[in-house]
């Protein structure tokens, strides 16, 4: 495949990831509103570990686990804004 080809697949598959990134803060905003309606706090740091940890066990490849997380914790950090934007 020529770069042109390759830049057409990645623009494919930002596509499909800003799509799944919508419907996790979909998620992340209706646990939010459970939270805010039994007055648990936003912040859960076991849960965002379950979270890391998680998605190292399902990583593939090539990125390594420490990278995967980074990109992760700026996820739940967005995640985490949006339910307290709606609390």
């Not at 495949?1 to 799944?20: C, F, N, P, T």
């Not at 007055?39 to 399902?58: L, T, W």
């Amino acid at each position: 495949m020529e770069i042109a080809d390759w830049r057409k697949r990645i623009d494919e598959l930002d596509e499909q990831i800003v799509r799944l990134i919508s419907q996790r803060a979909e998620a992340a905003e209706a646990i939010g509103r459970l939270k805010a309606q039994q007055a648990m706090p936003v912040y859960e740091p076991g849960r965002e570990q379950q979270v890391f940890d998680h998605v190292k066990r399902c990583n593939p490849g090539p990125l390594p686990d420490t990278e995967i997380q980074k990109i992760y914790e700026r996820i739940v950090d967005v995640m985490r804004a949006l339910q307290k934007k709606d609390n």
